[in-house]
Each structure stands twice: as C-alpha cells, then as structure tokens.
C-alpha cells in the first residue's frame, strides 16, 4: 500500500510512520511511503498513492489548499488530515476527505481510521489482493482476464498484469459469476471484456485469447448470452 505522507515537521512525518509501520506489523501488511515536506512538493510530483496523510496546518501552503489543487488534477485519492483543530471538520469535507485525526494521534484513531478504509477497499466492486508491493486495490470491471500458471495466477487488467499468489480457483470465488466466468482450467475471463468468440476460443479486447475447454463451451455459450440480455442493454434504456 503506497501512503504519501504531507507535512512540514520531519518529527511528526517519523512519528507518523512509526505508528503506521506497527499497524501495518500487527496486520501484515506492507506500507511503501512518499514522505513531502510542504504542499507545493506534493503537488508538483504527485504519483499514484493509495492514502494520503495531510498536516492541516503548513508554512507556505495549508493542507486544504494543497488538496484542492490535488483534486483540480484528478486525484481523487483518499485523505486524511492531521490537526490539532478538531473545528476543521467542515472545512475538510471540501475537499472530500476520508477523514481527520486530531493531533496528538492515538493508536486506537489511527487503527479505526484504517480499518476502516481497508474494509471499504475490500467493497463488493473492488478485489482486493496482495502484492509483493503491498495492498493492491482492482476495479473488477478492469479485470479482463486471468491465467494460471503453476500454483499462481496473472490478473490482466486494463492497466497491466498483476501476479496474485493463489489459484485461479481461490480468484473465481472472490469474483461475481454473472461477470466473470471459467472457460478452461487455466483461464478466467470477464464477460465486459469479450470482443468474439468460437467453439474453442475467446478474443479479448486486449487482444489477448482464452481458451475454452469442450466440456464449458455449451455453459459459456448460455451464459454470455443471458449476460449480454442483462448487461449490454442497460447504457442504452
């Protein structure tokens, strides 16, 4: 899980990371951390972050300033704001933050507020998994396909491939039948992804191809078409 860290006193970013490193410990989990020490820095090199922790009160720029140009960019990543002013409460839901901690942070504030947000993570329209990176949150409509490979499997996702260190069954539990379906023992395709398809294969719109085993190809058959009636028609009523 990736956890940009913005604020301007280098004690309180250490302090921060030492409370966070003994939550990620306690759950096993793996924090990566990109550490600003004013806002105009977080902004100009903002990248892909998974949470991110704002002082409320900064020299040069303030941490409502700095989310608002966040937000002017796209970047709609979850934050949390430390402050030692429990009154901001109205000023952050601006900037749509997840929420805010009041300084000094206690661990039983920290560990609500990221359990919470995992727990959110792990919502019915995101797959949740771990990387060797840490927490990865999937889109599952970005889920294109899956393939296994010896005991693991490759996610292809719409941004890339993700290696998921479990089975491609353990993969077909966790993802919705009618969106997802299992064409052969080694590929698990996504029914919004599929460009055409024969007796025996399936192409992709990533260009990528699944196979479809004999035994699956009357069921697959049946089942794109029911989700075909289901889904491809709701954009257009």
């Not at 192409?203 to 190809?217: C, M």
């Amino acid at each position: 899980m990736k956890i940009a860290i913005c604020d301007d006193q280098k004690i309180m970013r250490e302090l921060l990371k030492t409370q966070l490193e003994k939550y990620a410990h306690k759950k096993k989990l793996c924090f990566v951390y990109n550490e600003y020490d004013n806002g105009f820095e977080m902004i100009k090199n903002a990248i892909d972050n998974d949470l991110i922790f704002m002082d409320y009160q900064m020299d040069k720029i303030d941490g409502i300033q700095t989310a608002k140009e966040l937000r002017k960019k796209k970047i709609e990543t979850p934050i949390i704001f430390l402050t030692s002013f429990p009154d901001v409460v109205f000023d952050v839901f601006e900037v749509k933050a997840y929420r805010f901690l009041t300084k000094p942070i206690s661990e039983q504030q920290l560990t609500n507020a990221l359990d919470s947000l995992i727990e959110e993570f792990a919502e019915e329209n995101f797959l949740v998994i771990k990387t060797d990176d840490g927490i990865k949150r999937i889109n599952i409509n970005d889920i294109i396909c899956a393939e296994a490979v010896d005991k693991y499997c490759y996610i292809s996702t719409t941004s890339g491939t993700v290696l998921y260190k479990k089975t491609l069954s353990v993969l077909e539990e966790q993802l919705p039948s009618n969106l997802f379906f299992r064409s052969h023992r080694t590929y698990l395709v996504g029914y919004s992804h599929i460009l055409s398809h024969t007796n025996t294969e399936i192409l992709l719109d990533s260009k990528e191809k699944a196979l479809i085993s004999k035994t699956k190809a009357s069921a697959f058959k049946k089942n794109f078409l029911e989700y075909i009636k289901n889904y491809s028609m709701r954009g257009r009523s």
